[in-house]
């Protein structure tokens, strides 16, 4: 499975970080999730939520 848009897969970005696989897989779906609500919404303001 490949994410993030330029064809990295979740090892390779959990390398990149540095963080496990493990940790880096759900952060991962979460964003996606995250931006997935946004774009149905029409509310993408471009600033991170950080809560």
Do not use: Y
């Amino acid at each position: 499975m490949h994410a993030s848009g330029r064809d990295l897969s979740h090892a390779e970005i959990a390398e990149r970080m540095p963080v496990p696989p493990g940790s880096a897989k759900p952060w991962i779906r979460r964003g996606l999730r995250k931006l997935r609500h946004c774009l149905e919404q029409g509310k993408c303001t471009g600033t991170p939520d950080r809560a």
